[in-house]
């Protein structure tokens, strides 16, 4: 009996422990979280109505207009906005040698002419045939008629006693035939550095379509890769986009441009610029003329005017006349009358890797009794290069 008492108490002891230890249990454990409010739902705004539907307007508070802040107005609000970044001065490359970097620029003029002739040159027997052959190849090229009549003569003559002939006595006869044709010992420096003063004055002048803006340009360009300051004048006031186009090519380069009304008087632009680039003590002062047809009399009669305004200040040192080398005989009638109305000092090629007619640059040497002085050789900005008639003889004739 003692013993089921004793087995009683130890069960009842062994389960109130093991009760005490759930209850403790469920004590640590969290609650979960109430149930959110339900939030308040703010009803929208109920349409407006109009007449008899319409709600009765509530009292609202306002503010007067002496409890209202107002800006007393004595100092007004500036905006200041960020300044304006100047363009980046660009350094153009040295013209020394240019032309021979951009040889590869005449390589159609070269198919045509220098090739051709060689090609002719290496006949076994030279008959009439074949010189009439080259005869036709150099007037296609626009070399003209009085200069190929010459060359041939020469070419007949040192064949004749040259004897045999290899490809490198060829090619040798035939270079120095060119450059002597082409002329070695003509001055083709641009004159803008005269002695007793300074600026030097150029005058770029030529027919619409020839790139005469875009030359002028790229003229600034070899004179400031030269170490010269430049002054640039916007005397074509007849085309809307010229002087912003020339004021654009100066900036580039760090040159100033000096520019007039849309529609105004292209003397006075030139005056101005002039007279501006001695106050500035600039080396030179490029003036960049209307595109002016040279079947308009007048228009031609106001280019003389601007000449002989700008020599009331200082003599005009250069005029070069900007030809396009695809117009081939066109622009030795363009020339010509040039000539007539001013004293064309120098002749500037453009567009010469775009023909195959590189023996107009003998044909208007010839014309006008004025050298070549610069050849465009592309659109690039620095595609404009001094002409060498070694250089340019010998990407004629290819190696």
Excluded: Y
């Excluded at 004590?27 to 009765?56: F, N, S, W």
């Excluded at 002719?120 to 027997?125: A, I």
């Amino acid at each position: 009996m003692d013993i089921v008492i004793l087995a009683v108490v130890i069960a009842v002891v062994v389960i109130g422990a093991l009760g005490g230890l759930v209850v403790g249990s469920r004590r640590k454990k969290q609650l979960p979280p109430p149930p959110p409010a339900a939030p308040d739902i703010t009803a929208p705004p109920a349409e407006p109505h109009v007449g008899e539907e319409a709600e009765t307007p509530r009292e609202e508070p306002r503010r007067t207009i002496e409890e209202v802040d107002l800006p007393d107005g004595s100092a007004p609000v500036v905006v200041e906005e960020p300044p304006a970044e100047a363009p980046a001065i660009e350094i153009p490359e040295p013209t020394a040698g240019r032309l021979v970097r951009l040889r590869s620029r005449l390589s159609r003029s070269q198919n045509a002419l220098g090739k051709g002739l060689l090609t002719l040159l290496s006949r076994e027997h030279l008959d009439e045939d074949t010189w009439e052959e080259i005869e036709d190849t150099l007037l296609t090229a626009d070399v003209g008629v009085q200069p190929t009549q010459e060359l041939v003569d020469r070419l007949r003559e040192r064949v004749k006693v040259l004897g045999t002939r290899t490809p490198e006595e060829l090619r040798t006869l035939l270079r120095e035939e060119l450059v002597t044709l082409v002329g070695r010992d003509m001055d083709r420096a641009v004159k803008t550095e005269p002695e007793d003063r300074k600026p030097g004055i150029v005058m770029v002048v030529g027919v619409n379509g020839t790139g005469k803006t875009t030359t002028t340009g790229k003229l600034a360009r070899v004179l400031v890769a030269d170490g010269q300051s430049v002054v640039l004048g916007a005397a074509d006031t007849f085309r809307a986009a010229a002087a912003d186009q020339l004021q654009t090519w100066g900036e580039r380069v760090g040159a100033h441009t000096v520019r007039g009304p849309e529609g105004g008087d292209p003397a006075s632009v030139a005056f101005d610029a002039v007279k501006e680039g001695k106050e500035m003590g600039a080396n030179v002062v490029l003036i960049d003329t209307a595109g002016r047809l040279h079947t308009k009399t007048g228009l031609m009669d106001e280019l003389g005017k601007v000449k002989r305004v700008v020599e009331k200040q200082a003599p005009v040192d250069e005029v070069l006349l900007v030809l396009d080398a695809t117009t081939g005989q066109n622009g030795l009638v363009q020339a010509r009358v040039f000539a007539e109305v001013v004293n064309i000092t120098g002749i500037v090629l453009t567009k010469l890797d775009g023909t195959a007619k590189g023996g107009i640059v003998i044909a208007v040497q010839r014309e006008l009794g004025v050298p070549v002085k610069l050849i465009g050789l592309g659109e690039g900005a620095d595609d404009l290069a001094p002409f060498e008639p070694e250089a340019f003889v010998d990407a004629l004739i290819g190696e």
